[in-house]
């Protein structure tokens, strides 16, 4: 073996050469040293030829890994855009329509729920794993829009209970302006025409001719019709929910039954001057809870002969198709 040659180096002062005689220490060492030496050589021969020379099949992987990467860093940035799309759009409106339809807005905390994991765990992941950025991104953007469209789907119940509401409010004339005389006598008190004296009117007197048509005000249920021995003479009631009733009395002729569904504009009778009257008009009256009110606080005044022209006719369409 090449460790058992013997070595010489020449002795000037004996003039003749002697042998090197090495310990079994350094050459235990060396042979290590050797054998060191041959591994590291042979590893990094292997990974420069993996790399330098690799084969078809771990190239094409590689290749695909690299487009992976790429196509996750585009769908990270997208999650991204949403992400800040749902902030400054989606939530905004979210809030402002609650606000609207006085509901509670979302707390900030429980729009931006955070997903599960340690802390650390998590941050060193997003660090260092794209694959888990997209992940983690996806997961909180599925939470925000589960949330979100819990939120409409509430608002659009609040949206129609609201709308819904609006159109059961008693919020018309109950004669069209055209055929309007005048009103002779306001919410209040006023001199009774028949005994002179100070009473309490409930409602509104609308003058005008005999057999002039008379209007629902808001949607709702009949529930009275029948001549009144109170003085209304021919009076119809109607039921339009969340509190509200309206009155209708001295009427010529009633068009509708006790139990039926009304649509505001409808035609439900016409003027006359049946029981306590001095002549033909309307005495129309809205109760809160019973109570009489003020017709004139709940006429909406921007509406235009046109668009109540509008609610009659498509009220009574409606009531055409029926049969």
Same mark, same amino acid.
């Given at each position: 073996?090449?460790?058992?040659?013997?070595?010489?180096?020449?002795?000037?002062? %004996?003039? %003749?050469?002697?042998?090197?005689?090495?310990?079994?220490?350094?050459?235990?060492?060396?042979?290590?040293?050797?054998? *060191?030496?041959?591994?590291? !050589?042979?590893?990094?021969?292997?990974?420069?030829?993996? $790399?330098?020379? =690799?084969? /078809?099949?771990?190239?094409?992987?590689?290749?695909?890994?690299?487009?992976?990467?790429?196509?996750?860093?585009?769908?990270?940035?997208? =999650?991204?855009?949403?992400?800040?799309?749902?902030?400054?759009?989606? *939530?905004?409106?979210?809030?402002?329509? /609650?606000?609207?339809?006085?509901? #509670?807005?979302?707390?900030?905390?429980?729009r931006y729920a955070g997903t599960g994991g340690s802390a650390a765990d998590n941050e060193m992941a997003r660090q260092n794993d794209i694959g888990y950025q997209v992940s983690d991104l996806i997961q909180s953007l599925t939470t925000q829009l589960q949330l979100q469209t819990g939120?409409?789907?509430?608002?659009?119940?609040?949206?129609?209970?609201?709308?819904?509401?609006?159109? $059961?409010?008693?919020?018309?004339?109950?004669?069209?302006?055209?055929?309007?005389?005048?009103?002779?006598?306001? *919410?209040?008190?006023?001199?009774?025409?028949?005994? !002179? %004296?100070?009473?309490?009117?409930?409602?509104?007197?609308?003058?005008?001719?005999? =057999?002039?048509?008379?209007?629902?005000?808001?949607?709702?249920?009949?529930? !009275?019709?029948?001549?009144?021995?109170?003085?209304?003479?021919?009076?119809?009631?109607? #039921? $339009?929910?969340?509190?509200?009733?309206?009155?209708?009395?001295?009427? $010529?002729?009633?068009?509708?039954?006790? =139990?039926?569904?009304?649509? /505001?504009?409808?035609?439900?009778?016409?003027?006359?001057?049946?029981?306590?009257? %001095?002549?033909?008009?309307?005495?129309?009256?809205?109760?809160?809870?019973?109570?009489?009110?003020?017709?004139?606080?709940?006429f909406d005044t921007t509406l235009t002969k046109e668009e109540f022209a509008q609610i009659i006719s498509k009220a009574n369409e409606e009531e055409t198709m029926k049969y």
């Amino acid at each position: 073996m090449i460790f058992n040659h013997k070595k010489y180096c020449f002795n000037p002062v %004996t003039l %003749t050469f002697e042998e090197i005689r090495i310990n079994q220490l350094r050459r235990f060492l060396r042979l290590i040293a050797y054998i *060191f030496l041959l591994v590291a !050589f042979i590893f990094a021969s292997g990974y420069l030829l993996n $790399h330098l020379f =690799g084969s /078809r099949e771990s190239r094409v992987l590689e290749d695909q890994v690299s487009v992976l990467s790429h196509e996750m860093g585009k769908l990270k940035n997208k =999650g991204h855009e949403l992400s800040i799309s749902l902030k400054n759009d989606i *939530f905004r409106k979210d809030n402002t329509y /609650r606000i609207i339809l006085q509901m #509670d807005t979302l707390p900030h905390s429980l729009r931006y729920a955070g997903t599960g994991g340690s802390a650390a765990d998590n941050e060193m992941a997003r660090q260092n794993d794209i694959g888990y950025q997209v992940s983690d991104l996806i997961q909180s953007l599925t939470t925000q829009l589960q949330l979100q469209t819990g939120s409409f789907k509430a608002l659009y119940e609040k949206a129609m209970e609201y709308s819904e509401g609006t159109t $059961h409010l008693p919020a018309i004339q109950p004669v069209a302006q055209n055929d309007l005389s005048m009103i002779s006598s306001d *919410f209040g008190i006023r001199s009774d025409p028949f005994f !002179f %004296t100070e009473k309490n009117h409930c409602g509104l007197d609308f003058v005008a001719p005999a =057999g002039t048509n008379v209007y629902a005000t808001g949607d709702g249920i009949v529930t !009275f019709v029948r001549y009144s021995r109170n003085g209304y003479g021919n009076e119809i009631v109607i #039921d $339009h929910r969340f509190g509200f009733s309206s009155r209708y009395a001295h009427l $010529h002729s009633m068009h509708v039954k006790e =139990g039926e569904q009304i649509k /505001r504009g409808q035609i439900i009778g016409t003027v006359g001057e049946t029981g306590r009257a %001095t002549g033909p008009h309307l005495h129309y009256e809205v109760l809160y809870e019973k109570s009489p009110v003020n017709p004139s606080y709940y006429f909406d005044t921007t509406l235009t002969k046109e668009e109540f022209a509008q609610i009659i006719s498509k009220a009574n369409e409606e009531e055409t198709m029926k049969y």
